[in-house]
Every structure is written in C-alpha cells, then in structure tokens.
C-alpha cells in the first residue's frame, strides 16, 4: 500500500457536519488530552514530530508556534486556505470532508500559543467550503468545542471566517493579512515577521490547513510517533493533488518519502492510452517542470533543492506528449501576468514581456535573442522581488530552460529554417 | 438584505469591507457595486473613497460593470486546459453567440475566465455564480446552458 491516511482517515465516513458523528470517530480526543498538558508541552510534542508547513515553504511549525508563545500581548491564529495555486485542492477536501479536524487542530494550536481569536482566510470561488465552515463553526461552538470556556477549561477561542474575493497574491501571508484587514492584498516588507507583527500589528500565528490538520495526530499519539512516518528528510504525511493526464486523478495522502514515479503510476495508473509522459509539474504553476527521467526523486522538499526550488503544496500534474511545451508555460506566465499584484516592477512589467517572449516561441517566431531575452528576465523577476510569487514564477521558465533545452533550440531553428 | 443591513450585520467595521462587498454584489441581479454605494460605504465605514476603490479594483470578484445574472466561468489554467478535449470556452461562446468577457443582450450570461477552481481533480470544470460544474464534456455544457434558460438551474 502506497497510501498512509491519517489526515484522510475520516474522508466519507461522516457527512463532514455531525459532530456526533466525528466525536464518533475518535474526533475531540486530542483536544480533551491537549488541555491536560501546558502550552510548552504541546510545542515540544509537535517539535518532537518534526511537522513542518504544508502551504508551501516547508517551515518546521514548532519555531513559529515558540515565537508565538513569547509573546505576552493579545494574539491571533490564522488559518490560510486560500488555495489558489493552479493544481491544487486539498485544503478544499481538508475543509468539505472532514471540518471538524480543521477546527480541533485550529484550537489545540491557538490553546498553545495563547490565541483567543481566530481567522479561517478562505478563497471566494470556494463556496460550498465556505458554507460548511460557517455551519460548522457554529455547531461547535453550541457544544462548547469553540468560544467560551472550551471543554470546560479557563481557555476560549473565537473562531471566524473570512473570504477572499478573488485574488491569488493573498495566499501570501502578508497580502493575507492585509486582506483581513480589508485592504487590497499586497504584501508588507519583511522582518518584522507575523509572529512579531501580524493582524492589526499583533503578533500573529499562520498556518495552512493541512498543517493545523496534522496536529490533532501528533497529539494524540505522540510527536514521537508521528517522526517515524516519512522519509529522512521530512516526517509525516502529504497529501497530494494529482491532476492532468493520469486515469485517476485525485487527492491521495502518502508518507514523506514515496516517489513521483510511484505516485503517478501505482495511484494514478499512469497515463491515459498509455502515451508516454512528456513532462511533470511539481507544485503547482510556481513549480518545476521536469522531465521523466527525473521521477524517481522523493516528495519532500530538501530533493527539490537541486531546482532551487521547493516540492510545493503537493500538486503533480502530469503532461503526456500530446502537449506543448511552450503551451503550458504560457499558460503558467499567463497566470502570474493576471495575478501579480503590482507592487515590484519587475513582477508588474516583466511578466507582460515574458508572455510576449513566449508567445513568439509558440507561435515559432523566436530568436536566440529573444531565448536571451526570456533568460535574463527570468532571472531578474526571480531574485529581485519582493515576495514569494515573483520570486518563484519563473521557475517553469527557468526549469524548461534547464532539462528541455532542446526543446527551446529546435523552435528556434525551426524558426530560421522557414 | 439592503445596503444598511448589511452594514449592521458588519457592525459597520473597517476590516469587514470586502465581506461588506461581497454581500452587497451577491444580492443584486447583475452582480455589480455603484458608485453612489462606494460613497456611502466610505462614509459609514469612515474611510476615504480612493480605499474602497482600491479594494473594487484589486479584488477580481467585485465589479463596477453590471454583468449577466449568470457569470459563467471557465477555468483557464494547465490542468484543466491538459483535460479539455473539446474547447470549453470556445463551444459556450458559440452556443450563446458572445466573445469571452461579454455579456449576452438579454443581460442573462456573462462569459468570464476564472484561475484554477481547485477541482482538478474532476476537470475540465467552470462555475456558474456560485456553483462549479466539473468532467465537463461537449454535451454537458450545452445542457447546462440549456437548463439555465429554461430555468430548471438557477
Ligand atoms: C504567492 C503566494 C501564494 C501563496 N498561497 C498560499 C496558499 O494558498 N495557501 C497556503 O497555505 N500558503 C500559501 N502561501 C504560503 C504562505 O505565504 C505561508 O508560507 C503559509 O501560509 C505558511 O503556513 P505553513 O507554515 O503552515 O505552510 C503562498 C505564498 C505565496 C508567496
Ligand atoms: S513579487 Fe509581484 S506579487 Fe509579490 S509583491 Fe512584488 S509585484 Fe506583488
Ligand atoms: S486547473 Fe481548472 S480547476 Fe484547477
């Protein structure tokens, strides 16, 4: 068995809205035994665990949550499920089949670090998510999982919803917050970071939905337990998104350490009519694209380092031959033309010139010049901009430009030769 | 729910702008904010006009354009396009005679693309107001469009 499902472990089982239900299903216990230890205790056990962020960055969570915990003023916890990087929809099935685990794990961290309001940041396009977290939220505050005194103890929790309208850039942290603040999302310069200065200048705990997610785990049965799942790089699992040209694709949740390879063949049953597999974009389309020969590599984020880039949230999109190459990273460059927020002029600018660029290799009519031209400004977007979608944009151009080199000359001759 | 009301169940904060947005354009027929709503936001809010405008501006799902009672959105991102054997976009621009972007003459469909819907998983897919329609096929979309007319969706 290739899959390990502890996050997963309640999918379809309850109808993600009867908290009897979930109560049920071992749902609450975590929390119960989380309020018989003291806030330094849970952050050694989630330490011990090694869990790092599932949003992207791949953080360890237990040097944000002590940050948090140093601090005396009044705090917030905010949970990121903006999930808006093209690939991915796990946050959203975190969220519609299991919203109860969210919450548990959402409590047990703001209990830790001394949070008495909470924010649930949720994409606008995810409606029926939305609506499950509102009625959820509801329901466990009537049974005392949320608001005052919680479970009985001196704790409370106010937990809220927020929705974003629309806007990619506000998965951000920063661009986040400043949309909670009901501002345009654009970024704040950083240090200070949001466990010092966060919501309304408070200090401020962020998280993804898959992180919050792995708490009730590691608490219930241990920090040490959970590090003896995955890889040696990186403890636990990960669910991935597994889209494109695969027979089955879907959301599947494996430990730290399994293949690509194994991920699109053994789960996904490879490609449809068995065309051969062209390319693979890993982490969305902020991501690498790579060739099959490179497959074989782990999930976790320390292989990805030889792309200077990270494994991402989990997406795995799966490209057979039937498809261009100069299409797809168009597409991606497209998509952070529309999404850039328009704060650093290389991202503002250099985005229209990079689609211009690709649009001639498309449509063969580039040169080695513009092969020059998309390098640099490749390079230039990605080490000169403020945050986190320029610096990682190009990667698709950048990754091709590495492994598909070929690809770029042939265009380019193809070109010359008409 | 009118323009106050929703201000009251905000309890006229600040931060509560773009939920206040949000509302206020989910409750008209063609889904857009006035500019006389824009002032009068500002003012209970007790924040200049050029904020509420920025946030009008930034946000891709609030409008100053009336649109058609139903926007229609098509997913345009890799995933979706590596699954799209038929042309979604293209065959509802067909079947309704508009470009992408416009609105039909009837004022009842506006053609829009979306950012990936998080459906992957079951692409293509498009969302139609607030519902998303995925493993669309030729047929499929035709229907849908169909029922909508006819008022069987809404
Ligand atoms: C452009 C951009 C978009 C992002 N979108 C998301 C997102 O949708 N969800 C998310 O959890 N993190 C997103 N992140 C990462 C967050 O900034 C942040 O690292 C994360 O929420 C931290 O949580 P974690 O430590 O649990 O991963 C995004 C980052 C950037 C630069
Ligand atoms: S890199 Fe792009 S999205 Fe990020 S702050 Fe700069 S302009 Fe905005
Ligand atoms: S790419 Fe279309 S739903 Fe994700």
New binding site residues.
């Given amino acids: 068995m290739l899959e390990k499902r502890i996050l997963t472990q309640r999918f379809n089982k309850y109808d993600g809205l009867s908290i009897r239900q979930y109560i049920d299903l071992d749902g609450f216990k975590a929390l119960e035994k989380a309020f018989s230890m003291s806030s330094q205790q849970i952050i050694e056990e989630i330490k011990l665990s090694q869990l790092t962020?599932?949003?992207?960055?791949g953080?360890p969570?237990y040097i944000?949550m002590q940050a948090m915990l140093n601090e005396t003023r009044d705090k917030y916890l905010v949970c990121?499920a903006?999930?808006?990087?093209p690939g991915h929809f796990k946050?959203r099935h975190l969220i519609e089949k299991d919203p109860y685990q969210l919450i548990e794990g959402m409590v047990i961290s703001a209990y830790a670090v001394g949070a008495n309001k909470g924010y649930i940041y949720v994409r606008g396009e995810y409606n029926n998510a939305i609506q499950q977290l509102e009625k959820t939220i509801k329901i466990a505050t009537t049974k005392g999982y949320l608001g005052n005194h919680i479970c009985d103890s001196d704790f409370s929790f106010e937990l809220v919803v927020r929705r974003g309208a629309g806007a990619?850039?506000c998965?951000?942290?920063f661009a986040l917050m400043e949309s909670i603040e009901g501002k345009p999302g654009r970024t704040r310069v950083k240090p200070p970071f949001p466990t010092e200065k966060g919501i309304f200048d408070y200090p401020t705990l962020?998280?993804?939905?898959e992180?919050f997610c792995n708490l009730p785990t590691i608490i219930e049965h241990g920090g040490e337990h959970y590090s003896t799942i995955g890889s040696n790089h990186a403890k636990g699992t990960k669910l991935i998104c597994l889209s494109g040209n695969v027979k089955h694709k879907g959301l599947y949740e494996v430990p730290y350490g399994t293949s690509i390879n194994d991920v699109i063949s053994e789960l996904g049953g490879g490609t449809a009519n068995d065309i051969p597999i062209q390319m693979v974009q890993i982490g969305g389309a902020c991501g690498p694209i790579i060739p099959p020969r490179l497959l074989n590599m782990d999930i976790d984020n320390e292989a990805f380092e030889i792309f200077d880039a990270k494994m991402g949230?989990g997406a795995i999109i799966v490209i057979d031959e039937n498809y261009d190459l100069f299409e797809i990273v168009l597409r991606n460059m497209q998509f952070f033309l529309h999404e850039s927020c328009g704060k650093c002029a290389p991202c503002r600018e250099g985005h229209i010139q990079i689609v211009k660029l690709l649009q001639k290799f498309v449509n063969y009519q580039a040169t080695h010049k513009d092969y020059v031209s998309l390098q640099s400004l490749a390079e230039v977007i990605h080490t000169t901009t403020l945050?986190?979608?320029g610096q990682?944009s190009p990667t698709s151009v950048i990754s091709t430009m590495t492994y598909f080199k070929e690809a770029y000359d042939k265009r380019i001759n193809q070109q010359n030769k008409e | 729910m009118n323009l106050q009301k929703i201000l009251e169940k905000h309890a006229f904060q600040k931060d509560h702008l773009i939920e206040i947005l949000i509302d206020l354009q989910n409750e008209k027929t063609y889904k857009f904010v006035t500019e006389e709503e824009v002032s009068l936001i500002a003012d209970a809010l007790k924040v200049p006009v050029s904020h509420v405008c920025g946030v009008m501006s930034f946000y891709t799902l609030l409008s100053f354009d009336e649109r058609g009672k139903y926007i229609i959105q098509v997913c345009k991102d890799v995933p979706c396009y590596l699954n799209d054997d038929f042309n979604v976009l293209t065959t509802i621009e067909k079947a309704l005679d508009i470009s992408c972007g416009d609105t039909s003459k009837d004022q009842f469909f506006t053609l829009e693309q979306t950012a990936c819907l998080g459906c992957c998983d079951e692409a293509p897919a498009m969302r139609i107001n607030n519902k998303v329609y995925t493993k669309l096929t030729k047929a499929k979309v035709l229907r849908i469009l169909e029922e909508y007319k006819e008022g069987i969706l809404c």
Avoid: S, W
């Fill in positions: 962020g599932r949003g992207g960055a953080f969570t944000k990121n903006d999930e808006g990087e946050d990619y850039v998965g951000e942290e962020i998280n993804n939905v992180t949230a945050c986190g979608l990682t």
